[in-house]
């Protein structure tokens, strides 16, 4: 299985602050990869798909960045509402592996 | 947009069997673009992914827990489901449905449901 590694594992930042969370895979998965935010109660909510692509409806203040093994997930000025977990997926192999996730927190 | 649920028993046994249903709405279960899915989540744990089944019944079990799970479409319900046997507390998660929407872009799980808790005990 491709190995996901997301870093940090946890963050505290301010509404207003631009913050970046990086995924990195085992192996080259070209650009298959997929950005989730999870907030607490709720099923993960799809942002980003192959890699920089934003998914229909998700504000722009997101954006991936990235290929092969190095991934980055910007989010560019946090609203209130942007503090939740976030995963990393590969998709470029079976079976879909996810990042261990990163909590961003309200410093 | 599609909308998925989740339902079935939040509490199982060691040994037994755990089952559960999702219901889509918004949309055909029967859509050859998508991958019906089960993932689960144990308690402040990451996300690991079960499996999945088209509709025309190709499916895809994690190897790690290939030989307990099967997974079912039910087109005239517009529902999937899942089993998995032989269950432990170490099955113990919250179990989310979602559709994985594949296409010439890339394949990604588009909508989830919100997820349901079971709990492996006697």
């Known amino acids: 299985d491709i190995q996901m590694t997301q870093s940090p594992s946890s963050l505290s930042a301010s509404v207003g602050d631009r913050v970046t969370i990086t995924c990195r895979a085992s192996?080259?998965?070209?650009?298959?990869l997929n950005w989730y935010q999870q907030k607490p109660g709720k099923g993960p909510k799809l942002l980003i798909y192959a890699a920089s692509s934003l998914q229909s409806g998700v504000p722009s203040r997101f954006s991936g960045s990235g290929s092969g093994t190095d991934f980055t997930l910007t989010i560019s000025s946090l609203q209130p509402e942007d503090f939740a977990a976030y995963y990393c997926?590969?998709?470029?192999?079976?079976?879909?592996?996810f990042g261990q996730g990163t909590r961003l927190e309200i410093k | 947009q599609l909308q998925l649920q989740e339902s079935g028993p939040g509490l199982v046994k060691p040994s037994e069997t755990l089952s559960l249903t999702c219901t889509v709405s918004?949309?055909?279960?029967?859509?050859?673009?998508?991958?019906w899915t089960w993932i689960r989540q144990p308690p402040g744990k990451g996300l690991e992914w079960i499996g999945g089944?088209?509709?025309?019944?190709?499916?895809y079990y994690n190897p790690s827990l290939n030989s307990r799970v099967t997974i079912s479409v039910d087109t005239s319900n517009n529902q999937f489901s899942l089993k998995l046997s032989s269950v432990t507390a170490a099955d113990t998660a919250v179990y989310y449905c979602?559709?994985?929407?594949?296409?010439?872009?890339?394949?990604?799980?588009?909508?989830w449901g919100q997820g349901t808790l079971v709990t492996v005990s006697s």
């Open positions: 089944m088209y509709y025309s019944g190709n499916t």
């Open positions: 997926q590969q998709s470029y192999s079976t079976p879909p592996t």
């Open positions: 979602a559709s994985l929407l594949s296409d010439n872009i890339s394949s990604r799980l588009d909508y």
């Open positions: 918004g949309g055909s279960i029967s859509s050859s673009n998508y991958y």
């Open positions: 192996q080259s998965i070209s650009s298959y």
